[in-house]
């Protein structure tokens, strides 16, 4: 199971990743976004897609483990480290560009400058969404300066990762028969429950950098919930994988893959013009990881279609895009101020594209100078002589 990337999961990758990056589209004009003028109003519940399918690598690289191998600081910090070169260099590039094109539409201040700096590198590092920013910064809202503001979600499953591991890598059966179903469920439902959204109240329970819960972003759960999900999603498949599925039951478990994602999307587009309440992210919730366990389990007719590299490389190229958009979020309607906001997204998404290509490009090259700039600095340690 899932010996090379899943290449449904791929596709919907770079789907999900697009509807993130269209629902902030509203940074336009903002106040035209309850009015329905913008795409993917619940947009930002795209990102829950991305929680799930962490888990689901979650657990892929623990299974990958022999049971009897004792967890060591050293594997942990390799796994650590792993997460961090998979997305550093290329958010480095794109916080240096963002930093310099948005500061250069709105400031000329050199002390709102440096300020403006020091509130806005630390979004570079892993732990933002548990209040690790620069001052100043109100203690409430988490209200500072960024220039990538899609940093908290990076933060969130980083930080998740980090406390799930160990505990995943210590008790595996009882991680994943106990903890990671019964802690998916609960921490969930504490969420809607806390923020009220199943009361019918308007907050956003995925505005992850601005709501703040117990010392940490409502990100942060989130994250923890839905990587537990997907973990369960990865036992049950599992569980299932040597099952074999008639031909009818392919069929219907592709209609429940399809059903499970375009009910989430729909959910997402719609649940404005059709006056939904925010009660309703839960199904949204529910039917995305119904769609993600199909897609994971690989037994679906459609599955085939999507096995390929094509859709494999949209899986891999998601990560540009979701880095790259907001410079033009925040700074197009300034050098574009006279056109509609039609063409204005279209804009958008066309550079949001090209700079995702010109960055995807430049990370390997990146790296390489890196490297050569550290061994500038730091001498290689002399091999030592054997007898």
Not at 218 to 239: D, F, M, P, W
Request: glycine letters at 6%.
């Amino acid at each position: 199971m899932m010996k090379k990337r899943n290449g449904a999961l791929s596709f919907w990758a770079f789907i999900f990743c697009m509807i993130f990056v269209l629902h902030y589209a509203y940074f336009f004009d903002p106040t035209k976004l309850e009015k329905g003028a913008f795409y993917f109003y619940r947009g930002e519940l795209a990102i829950d897609f991305f929680f799930i399918v962490a888990g689901i690598l979650l657990a892929k690289t623990v299974n990958g483990i022999p049971d009897d191998r004792a967890l060591t600081w050293r594997e942990y910090g390799g796994y650590l480290k792993g997460k961090l070169r998979f997305y550093l260099p290329a958010f480095v590039i794109c916080w240096a560009v963002s930093f310099v094109v948005i500061n250069k539409a709105y400031t000329t201040d050199v002390n709102t400058l440096l300020n403006n700096f020091l509130t806005s590198l630390l979004e570079m590092l892993p732990f933002r969404s548990v209040g690790f920013n620069a001052a100043p910064v109100d203690n409430i809202t988490f209200v500072g300066y960024r220039v990538m503001d899609q940093a908290w979600v990076i933060s969130a499953a980083f930080i998740a990762l980090a406390l799930l591991y160990p505990l995943y890598r210590r008790g595996r059966k009882r991680f994943e028969y106990y903890i990671a179903p019964v802690g998916a469920v609960l921490l969930l439902c504490f969420l809607f429950f806390r923020t009220k959204v199943l009361s019918g109240d308007n907050l956003l329970i995925l505005d992850g950098k601005n709501k703040y819960l117990f010392y940490s972003f409502i990100g942060t759960y989130k994250a923890l919930a839905e990587i537990l999900a997907g973990v369960t999603s990865y036992v049950i498949v599992r569980h299932f994988s040597t099952r074999p599925v008639s031909k009818a039951k392919s069929h219907l478990l592709s209609l429940v893959e399809l059903g499970g994602y375009l009910a989430a999307i729909c959910y997402m587009q719609f649940m404005l013009r059709f006056e939904l309440p925010k009660m309703f992210d839960f199904l949204a919730i529910g039917a995305m990881l119904l769609g993600v366990t199909v897609s994971l389990s690989e037994k679906s007719s459609i599955s085939k279609l999507f096995n390929n590299q094509v859709f494999r490389f949209l899986g891999r190229f998601s990560l540009y895009p979701f880095l790259t958009f907001m410079v033009f979020a925040k700074t197009l309607p300034h050098f574009l101020p006279d056109i509609g906001l039609k063409m204005l997204t279209l804009i958008y998404l066309a550079l949001t594209l090209i700079f995702a290509i010109i960055v995807m490009l430049l990370e390997k090259p990146f790296v390489k100078l890196a490297k050569s700039m550290k061994r500038l600095f730091i001498k290689p340690q002399p091999k030592k002589e054997t007898a």
